[in-house]
């Protein structure tokens, strides 16, 4: 696990491959309780509101972006910011990779700046962010 | 540009809604790590819940009548738009301090900017929300700033 003193800029988060599904994608909306149908209504989504697909939801893309942050920070450091922006729709059959890297260090305060993205096949950023953890010594 | 922001719609900023009562409870946060394929032990065994656990919390539970055509909930705190569809923005969230099961939290949001821009398929128009989330008592739990997209 990261420490202030071992901590370098440049060090990479481990980068974590996501190819939702339909039962995923369905479960997600159903435990976040949203019935936006261009997650789960094909017809809808495509007729309609023109998607090429089922949309793979921006928050659960900024979900595995946390998860990026959580799992790199261990257990005796701390989320203290996170955000993302959704720039470009991912769709269902998509594969898409979360991962990061430091780009700050601050030792007085003892914080560290990651940025993160969400990167498609095409390795286009579709969600990039940036996290603000606390890290202990 | 302002073409689509009315002064009406304008007037919405600054206004608030119905603070939300939410007790948190184990079986949600498991629920919730089984959906996102959360891999660190914590949250599979829902000791604490992921940070992006009270995403979309405030929502009002209407009636499947109540929803929209599309699906969504209608929004007491949106004023009608002259786009319909809808999609996520983007999130900022700052913590304080982990949520985990027993946590009676009030979730408090206001809708802080509306604006326009000139997206590549045509005008959007992003709705700010700002949710307050703290726990009974008044301390701080986190704060989300949330935008979304009409286009």
Known sequence: MPTLNSVTIGSLLNERSHEPSAVSLFLYNAVIWNPHRI???????????????????GPLQGDWLS?????????????????????????????????????????????????????????????????????GD | MNELLTPEIRQWIGRSDTPQRLEVGRRDIVKYAIATQQRLKKYRDGDEAPPMFLFNAHQPLVQIAALRPDGLTVDSLLP?????????????????????????????RTLTDIYEKQGSTGPLIFVVYTMRVETENGAPVMEETRRRIFR
């Open chain 1, 39 to 57: 997650h789960f209504d094909e017809p809808y989504a495509t007729q309609i509101e023109k998607h090429p697909g089922l949309v793979v939801d």
């Open chain 1, 67 to 135: 998860q990026a942050v959580m799992e790199w920070l261990g257990d005796e450091g701390e989320l203290m910011q996170l955000e993302y922006s959704n720039r470009r729709a991912a769709y269902l059959g998509e594969r898409l990779r979360s991962g990061g890297e430091v780009v700050a260090i601050d030792r007085n305060t003892g914080t560290v700046t990651l940025d993160i993205y969400i990167k498609n096949d095409d390795d286009k950023v579709i969600a990039p962010g940036q996290a603000i953890v606390r890290l």
């Open chain 2, 80 to 108: 009608d738009l002259p786009l319909k569809r809808v999609m996520a923005g983007g999130v900022k969230n700052t913590y304080y301090r982990p949520v985990r099961p027993g946590d009676v939290l009030v979730l408090t």
